[in-house]
């Protein structure tokens, strides 16, 4: 008898987007899905746009102060989407 080389379909679907080059476009649409998870629906409210360019979320919002009440714990959001998407997906958050 001999053994069979057994794995998780997670792992295989992921390995063929990483060799098409698609898991990272795959990952950056999931972390900007998780935004209104992670962010909750008071800012959702004010968000108008979110963007990934080079490993930094880019927000819009349309509040001033909330703006300068989440760029005080920017580290926290951006902990709380990688893990939410489980990968490091981005790097910071910047709020326009």
Request: aromatic share 6%.
């Amino acid at each position: 008898m001999f053994k069979r080389d057994v794995k998780e379909l997670h792992e295989l679907i992921m390995r063929n987007l990483r060799a098409q080059g698609l898991e990272t476009p795959l990952l950056q649409k999931r972390l900007i899905e998780a935004w209104p998870v992670v962010a909750g629906p008071t800012v959702m409210r004010y968000t108008q746009e979110t963007v990934i360019r080079n490993q930094t979320l880019y927000v819009r919002l349309s509040s001033p102060a909330l703006r300068a009440e989440l760029s005080m714990c920017r580290q926290k959001l951006v902990k709380k989407l990688n893990d939410y998407v489980q990968s490091q997906v981005i790097a910071d958050i910047r709020f326009n």
